[in-house]
């Protein structure tokens, strides 16, 4: 079966669409992954048996004008191809997607990463969820299967679409992963103190301020943002502002394959999403369960989604987001107690036995074979 990817985003930061490319490829399926691509970057290339093809864009940062030339230069690419399932990642590419199915025979998954009505970004601009908003109603209706990240968000896509008679739940789970022994040591500051670490995109709404306050009441702790993105400047601002400059290093975004084993030295994992939007409020991130395959402990939200697999599997603490004291104390509690840390770690690497990519594709692939006897 012929299964094109596509995602406005770039591929090689993309965890949940790289597994879901390369565990299909393994089953025999031909994959094509259509993503944006950076100045200087090659247009075609294959990786572990995928075809990417990287469209560029003038407009690549951001804005309106990156969306409109983005889904244009997609249409122009796909009308010329032979399509049977086109996994759209993301409400930004489903644009092009309905006017080439107008046009063209063939199945859609719409992969919908976050819950869009939702977004925080949409909460500062009216308009902009208005038009947006629209375009997902119309789309809608050549959906074959809608994929989401968690229980509670595919609960509210089956209520806004009662229609849509195929929503499933694909987690945001890691490939099974040893972290190296030998990890490159260059990534991480060289500290005695206990090493925190907050990984992906910094973006208002995920605790990062309150983290970095934090700060100034914890002694013998180092705080490490790994990621990057729109508030890194206020970020950068607040450290300063606070003299954190020997406290908290940034250190960018670092590669896929580098991620558990440079996230595996650290002593505590963090996941600080605030309700500041109902998509955060049902949030199930990567990181989450990425800090999990890596074995460390986890301080994360008091967010149903989250504390459920807290409880369930003993990975670590919740705490309130938006209590800056409340983060120090429950950081303080657990880097305090040894014993408490192991049993963290351990309780982590027999969930990454379960929580694994290799077990939640087995669902993946169903929902192509089930497309595939329609």
């Given at each position: 079966?012929?299964?094109?990817?596509?995602?406005?985003?770039?591929?090689?930061?993309?965890?949940?669409?790289?597994?879901?490319?390369?565990?299909?490829?393994?089953?025999?399926?031909?994959?094509?992954?259509?993503?944006?691509?950076?100045?200087?970057?090659?247009?075609?290339?294959?990786?572990?048996?995928?075809?990417?093809?990287?469209?560029?864009?003038?407009?690549?940062?951001?804005?309106?004008?990156?969306?409109?030339?983005?889904?244009?230069?997609?249409?122009?690419?796909?009308?010329?191809?032979?399509?049977?399932?086109?996994?759209?990642?993301?409400?930004?590419?489903?644009?092009?997607?309905?006017?080439?199915?107008?046009?063209?025979?063939?199945?859609?998954?719409?992969?919908?990463?976050?819950?869009?009505?939702g977004l925080e970004i949409f909460n500062r601009n009216r308009i902009r969820k208005k038009l947006w908003m629209l375009a997902e109603q119309i789309a809608i209706k050549k959906v074959d299967v809608l994929i989401t990240v968690s229980d509670p968000i595919a609960g509210l896509y089956q209520k806004k679409y009662p229609d849509l008679q195929k929503i499933e739940v694909i987690r945001n789970l890691p490939q099974k992963e040893r972290p190296?022994?030998?990890?490159?040591?260059?990534?991480?500051?060289?500290?005695?103190?206990?090493?925190?670490?907050?990984?992906?995109?910094?973006?208002?709404?995920?605790?990062?301020?309150?983290?970095?306050?934090?700060?100034?009441?914890?002694?013998?702790?180092?705080?490490?943002?790994?990621?990057?993105?729109?508030?890194?400047?206020?970020?950068?601002?607040?450290?300063?502002?606070?003299?954190?400059?020997?406290?908290?290093?940034?250190?960018?975004?670092?590669?896929?394959?580098?991620?558990?084993?440079?996230?595996?030295?650290?002593?505590?994992?963090?996941?600080?999403?605030?309700?500041?939007?109902?998509?955060?409020?049902?949030?199930?991130?990567?990181?989450?369960?990425?800090?999990?395959?890596?074995?460390?402990?986890?301080?994360?939200?008091?967010?149903?989604?989250?504390?459920?697999?807290?409880?369930?599997?003993?990975?670590?603490?919740?705490?309130?987001?938006?209590?800056?004291?409340?983060?120090?104390?429950?950081?303080?509690?657990?880097?305090?107690?040894?014993?408490?840390?192991?049993?963290?770690?351990?309780?982590?690497?027999?969930?990454?036995?379960?929580?694994?990519?290799?077990?939640?594709?087995?669902?993946?692939?169903?929902?192509?074979?089930?497309?595939?006897?329609?």
């Amino acid at each position: 079966m012929d299964i094109c990817h596509l995602t406005i985003n770039f591929i090689d930061y993309e965890r949940r669409i790289k597994n879901q490319a390369e565990s299909s490829a393994e089953s025999g399926h031909s994959i094509k992954v259509v993503s944006l691509g950076k100045p200087g970057d090659k247009s075609a290339v294959i990786q572990n048996g995928i075809s990417i093809r990287r469209i560029t864009t003038p407009f690549f940062k951001g804005g309106p004008l990156k969306f409109i030339h983005f889904n244009l230069k997609v249409f122009l690419l796909l009308f010329y191809k032979r399509l049977q399932i086109v996994h759209c990642h993301d409400l930004w590419t489903l644009p092009a997607v309905y006017l080439l199915r107008i046009i063209k025979k063939f199945n859609i998954v719409y992969d919908a990463h976050e819950y869009y009505e939702g977004l925080e970004i949409f909460n500062r601009n009216r308009i902009r969820k208005k038009l947006w908003m629209l375009a997902e109603q119309i789309a809608i209706k050549k959906v074959d299967v809608l994929i989401t990240v968690s229980d509670p968000i595919a609960g509210l896509y089956q209520k806004k679409y009662p229609d849509l008679q195929k929503i499933e739940v694909i987690r945001n789970l890691p490939q099974k992963e040893r972290p190296s022994e030998s990890p490159n040591d260059d990534i991480l500051p060289k500290t005695s103190d206990k090493l925190i670490v907050f990984q992906g995109h910094f973006k208002p709404g995920r605790g990062l301020m309150q983290l970095i306050e934090s700060m100034t009441l914890l002694d013998n702790a180092h705080l490490v943002l790994i990621g990057g993105g729109e508030i890194e400047n206020d970020i950068r601002e607040r450290i300063v502002y606070f003299d954190l400059q020997s406290k908290v290093s940034l250190i960018g975004y670092i590669p896929t394959e580098q991620l558990i084993t440079t996230t595996s030295r650290a002593d505590l994992g963090v996941v600080l999403f605030e309700k500041t939007s109902l998509n955060y409020t049902y949030a199930l991130p990567n990181k989450f369960f990425e800090y999990i395959m890596a074995g460390i402990p986890i301080l994360a939200s008091n967010l149903d989604t989250l504390t459920e697999y807290l409880d369930t599997y003993g990975l670590g603490m919740s705490v309130n987001p938006e209590d800056v004291e409340d983060i120090a104390q429950s950081i303080k509690i657990m880097l305090s107690d040894e014993n408490k840390l192991r049993e963290w770690r351990n309780n982590a690497r027999k969930a990454s036995r379960i929580l694994n990519w290799e077990n939640e594709s087995i669902k993946m692939n169903q929902i192509y074979e089930n497309i595939k006897r329609r």
